[in-house]
């Protein structure tokens, strides 16, 4: 069974531009190792519940992309099932490009990076915005940040990789000594 990520994210077009760089052999062994990566192992829901940055990649009907941060308290994103993570969406530039687009195109992505342990983690999925459930708003929630929620973004993990860390800079935060 091939990995998730790679029946994804390896279309006819990247299989092309591999084979053209001479990538493409080990590619294929790399979609041919287990696991199939469809959801969260352990390691990588530990990852998320101490993650306190994301962006957040969708795209319109159209096709457009769009990258956005989002941010909150370590452990902002909540694990609630190794397929299935919600988080708190907080106010911002009012533009709700993010918003928009997840209503008429559900594919989003994630990409969190851990500066300070020099790893990211990347997740493909299918999102929906929820305005209208107060439980899983006061489930995702945390009472001690100042920011007042304004709904909730959940998303149905379908493939998650991580990557080398090649020309990830080491970034320490001065106020918590992690990135």
């Known amino acids: 069974?091939?990995?998730?990520?790679?029946?994804?994210?390896?279309?006819?077009?990247v299989?092309?531009?591999?084979?053209?760089?001479?990538?493409?052999?080990?590619?294929?062994q790399l979609a041919a190792r287990e696991p199939e990566r469809a959801a969260l192992s352990d390691e990588m829901q530990q990852r998320l519940r101490v993650a306190n940055s994301v962006i957040i990649g969708t795209a319109s009907r159209d096709g457009?992309?769009?990258?956005?941060?989002r941010g909150g308290p370590p452990g902002f994103i909540?694990?609630?099932?190794?397929?299935e993570l919600a988080f708190a969406d907080y106010g911002g530039n009012r533009q709700y490009i993010t918003v928009g687009n997840l209503a008429e195109n559900d594919r989003m992505f994630l990409l969190l990076m851990n500066y300070?342990?020099?790893?990211?983690?990347?997740?493909?999925?299918?999102?929906?915005?929820?305005?209208?459930d107060p439980a899983l708003l006061e489930q995702v929630r945390d009472p001690d940040y100042p920011a007042r929620p304004?709904?909730?973004?959940?998303?149905?993990?379908?493939?998650?990789?991580?990557?080398?860390?090649?020309?990830?800079?080491?970034?320490?935060?001065?106020?918590?000594g992690a990135a």
């Not at 909540?78 to 397929?83: Q, S």
């Not at 973004?153 to 918590?176: F, G, K, Y």
């Open 1 to 13: 069974m091939p990995r998730a990520f790679t029946t994804l994210a390896f279309s006819p077009a």
């Open 15 to 28: 299989r092309a531009a591999q084979a053209r760089y001479g990538s493409r052999e080990r590619m294929q």
């Open 78 to 83: 909540k694990v609630l099932a190794p397929d």
């Open 64 to 69: 457009w992309p769009y990258m956005q941060h």
């Open 150 to 176: 304004e709904r909730v973004i959940r998303m149905h993990v379908q493939a998650w990789d991580t990557n080398c860390n090649s020309h990830i800079p080491h970034l320490i935060s001065e106020d918590t």
């Open 116 to 132: 300070a342990e020099r790893t990211r983690l990347k997740v493909w999925g299918r999102g929906r915005v929820a305005d209208d």
